[in-house]
């Protein structure tokens, strides 16, 4: 069964440190993968998707196919990013496989 | 404004009284879903739908049931509430299964004494 891991149940930075959000999948071919941010008390809000290349809020994401990761990054933490993070890919459709499963998430806190 | 429109946010009721979450979209997305969240366990889809008429279980499907009669409805359906189904839960549509992420609602807090 496809699986998602988010090793990190929560993951503390200095305002300004490096920040590395790490998810792992277990797909055959090749996955589409989007994080997910929820800050909080509000509604999850689609961060970054992997076709589309973007940035957003200074957050980037690598698929890395050989090691099946797609971890999210920022070279400098804000406060305003203190958030949960949900890792969620999506496996190709020739798995005949519609469900969309989220990651267990990871807990940012940027510490002023 | 493109959205996701849930009701109620906050519901308390009791064992065994059926009730009805409603979500609807004006996005005109094909796909929709359920999900809730618990401490611990993060998102958990129960019923996802991928167009009118088309649903299917997701990982917890146990205690609900869903509609899917028009392509901008998608209501949850307790019939039969226990106090394990206490829980967040949130709305989700995309343009088609495989394009462009999630529009999430705002999510209900249920809460089943």
């Known amino acids: 069964a496809q699986r998602v891991t988010q090793p990190e149940k929560l993951l503390s930075v200095f305002k300004g440190a490096p920040v590395e959000l790490k998810c792992n999948y277990s797909y055959s071919g090749s996955p589409e993968l989007f994080w997910y941010v929820q800050y909080s008390r509000q509604r999850l809000q689609l961060l970054l998707r992997h076709i589309s290349r973007e940035s957003i809020k200074g957050f980037t994401a690598d698929l890395n196919k050989g090691e099946t990761s797609f971890h999210l990054k920022k070279p400098f933490a804000q406060e305003e990013d203190s958030a949960m993070y949900y890792c969620a890919p999506l496996g190709p459709e020739n798995d005949s496989y519609d469900k969309v499963i989220f990651g267990p998430g990871t807990s940012l806190s940027v510490i002023p | 404004e493109a959205q996701v429109t849930q009701n109620p946010r906050y519901l308390i009721t009791v064992t065994g009284k059926k009730l009805t979450v409603t979500c609807s979209q004006n996005?005109?997305?094909?796909?929709m879903s359920w999900y809730r969240q618990d401490p611990g366990l993060g998102l958990r889809q129960i019923y996802y739908?991928?167009?009118?008429?088309?649903?299917d279980k997701g990982d917890v499907p146990e205690g609900y049931k869903v509609s899917r009669k028009e392509k901008r409805n998608f209501p949850l359906i307790l019939e039969s509430p226990s106090p394990n189904q206490t829980s967040l839960y949130f709305c989700?549509?995309?343009?088609?299964?495989?394009?462009?992420?999630?529009?999430f609602g705002s999510g209900t807090r249920l809460t089943v004494v």
């Open positions: 739908s991928m167009n009118v008429e088309v649903t």
């Open positions: 989700a549509s995309s343009p088609t299964r495989l394009f462009g992420g999630y529009t």
């Open positions: 996005m005109n997305h094909e796909y």
